[in-house]
């Protein structure tokens, strides 16, 4: 599934805690791998994404390594067995 960052300038606080917290609250889910394919690091930042092919009209919170979760304007694949959270709920 491919996705892309949202722009730091757009990006949204929690309402409260962390995004990855808010990640494991909704996912039901404890994150430890970056969601990215292949990517062995640990997913230490809910990350913020949208899917290129929709638009960045629903953001979504997925957990990523540091160094996904910088990446700008480049989007990625992430496995399709990830749980993408509404960052609206
Ligand atoms: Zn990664």
């Given at each position: 599934?491919?996705?892309?960052?949202?722009?730091?300038?757009?990006?949204?606080?929690?309402?409260?805690g962390?995004?990855?917290e808010?990640?494991?609250?909704?996912?039901k889910?404890?994150?430890?791998?970056c969601?990215?394919?292949?990517?062995?690091?640990r997913a230490e930042?809910?990350?913020q994404v949208?899917?290129?092919?929709?638009?960045?009209?629903?953001?979504y919170?997925?957990?990523?390594c540091?160094?996904?979760?910088?990446?700008?304007?480049?989007?990625?694949?992430?496995?399709?067995?990830?749980?993408l959270?509404?960052?609206n709920?």
């Open positions: 599934m491919r996705i892309e960052n949202v722009p730091v300038k757009t990006q949204k606080k929690p309402s409260a962390t995004w990855l808010f990640w494991e609250t909704h996912a889910k404890t994150a430890s791998k969601s990215v394919i292949g990517c062995e690091s930042v809910g990350a949208f899917k290129p092919s929709m638009g960045p009209t629903s953001i919170i997925v957990p990523l540091p160094t996904h979760a910088a990446l700008v304007k480049e989007p990625f694949d992430v496995a399709e067995s990830v749980t959270v509404l960052a709920k």
